[in-house]
């Protein structure tokens, strides 16, 4: 699984999907979700996750696409097996793990080293809030509005 921690720049809500637009580093990530989640606002730092499966790879990308998340990556690892390859590029978004078809990897002439295009869809992609740790009696004060009282021995 992929974990990249990112910022939400903006959160746009239609009647049919919200995309969130979330910045990690220069790079700018679109999400897509049915909704918007509660907990979420802008400015808020998160964890987005998605799978090595939903990392498409193109050598040149050419002409139009649907996915809207292309980003440019050098191919650094390359770990191959009889039926799939383990990609691992490093990107404005960091390490980023790809897993594709040996054919696929064979009939893009991908090689370490080479320059590519990753291409992952804004459904594909997960956001998740960073919890920070807090102790007991911040909690009881967060829901209580007073701190704990302690227990006589």
Do not use: H
Not at 20 to 36: D, F, N, Q, S
Request: charged share 25%.
């Amino acid at each position: 699984m992929n974990q990249i921690s990112a910022i939400v720049k903006e959160i746009e809500k239609t009647e049919v999907v919200t995309y969130i637009r979330v910045e990690i580093g220069e790079a700018t990530l679109c999400l897509i979700k049915p909704k918007k989640p509660e907990w979420l606002s802008v400015g808020d730092r998160v964890t987005c996750t998605f799978q090595e499966t939903s990392v498409c790879v193109s050598k040149e990308c050419p002409g139009k696409v649907s996915i809207e998340n292309r980003l440019p990556a050098t191919l650094k690892e390359v770990r191959r097996g009889a039926s799939l390859c383990e990609l691992t590029f490093e990107s404005e978004l960091g390490e980023v793990i790809s897993l594709i078809t040996s054919n696929a990897y064979d009939t893009l002439g991908l090689t370490k080293g080479c320059e590519a295009t990753m291409l992952l869809r804004g459904l594909d992609v997960n956001v998740e809030p960073i919890l920070t740790p807090i102790d007991l009696d911040t909690y009881c004060k967060v829901l209580t509005g007073t701190t704990r009282t302690k227990v006589a021995n």
